[in-house]
Antibody, heavy 117, light 109 residues
Framework: EVQLVETGGGLIQPGGSLRLSCAAS????????MSWVRQAPGKGLEWVSVIYSGGSTYYADSVKGRFTISRDNSKNTLYLQMNSLRAEDTAVYYC???????????WGQGTLVTVSS | SSELTQDPAVSVALGQTVRITCQGD??????ASWYQQKPGQAPVLVIY???NRPSGIPDRFSGSSSGNTASLTITGAQAEDEADYYC????????????FGGGTKLTVL
């Protein structure tokens, strides 16, 4: 079964750091485009970052310079390192596989990140 | 930057047909994908490509596109279809790889 499971969310103070993990099963992370998408409370979906199978990475302007996407091929796991966190980063963070360069499936169950003092 | 625009809310009577639309320049070059999200749950892909449904998605869901507008049609809406629906596509502006619409809340009356 193809599945993604995110972990690592929690309550963090502004300016702090957090690393999210997304463990994949049923497929190989390094052979696919893998992305992070977030959803602020009561808001819509916002694309955050992607790592291509070749290793190239891209970020939304809102997180560029603060967030880093990476993967561990031996653990078949995707990561999102989030630094200099702000209140506006508060959201549920989902990881998802990007298929054929265009659609996101499957999605993980999401992990909540709350940035607050 | 490129944007995808959706109506914030749409309603449909039980058993009737409803169309949810998504507008944006990117849709002139790329197909839209559609996602269903129920409260407290992760998004679920319902339509991708020209008009493809993942396994397990009922055939009452269909997709179409014309010019800069993509549409998700639910033929014979059911109570369980009440949810938020989001479109997404590649971003043709080149600013970012992908863009999502703001979402449409579907109410089944």
């Amino acid at each position: 079964e193809v599945q993604l499971v995110e972990t690592g969310g929690g309550l963090i103070q502004p300016g702090g750091s957090l690393r999210l993990s997304c463990a994949a099963s049923g497929f190989t992370v390094s052979s696919n485009y893998m992305s992070w998408v977030r959803q602020a409370p009561g808001k819509g979906l916002e694309w955050v970052s992607v790592i291509y199978s070749g290793g190239s990475t891209y970020y939304a302007d809102s997180v560029k310079g603060r967030f880093t996407i990476s993967r561990d091929n031996s653990k078949n796991t995707l990561y999102l390192q989030m630094n200099s966190l702000r209140a506006e980063d508060t959201a549920v963070y989902y990881c998802a596989r990007v298929n054929w360069d265009n659609w996101f499936d499957p999605w993980g169950q999401g992990t909540l990140v709350t940035v607050s003092s | 930057s490129s944007e995808l625009t959706q109506d914030p809310a749409v309603s449909v009577a039980l058993g009737q047909t409803v169309r949810i639309t998504c507008q944006g320049d990117s849709l002139r070059s790329y197909y839209a994908s559609w996602y269903q999200q129920k409260p407290g749950q992760a998004p679920v892909l319902v339509i991708y490509g020209k008009n493809n449904r993942p396994s397990g998605i009922p055939d009452r869901f269909s997709g179409s596109s014309s010019g800069n507008t993509a549409s998700l049609t639910i033929t014979g809406a059911q109570a369980e279809d009440e949810a938020d629906y989001y479109c997404n596509s590649r971003d043709s502006s080149g600013n970012h790889p992908w863009v999502f619409g703001g979402g449409t809340k579907l109410t089944v009356l």
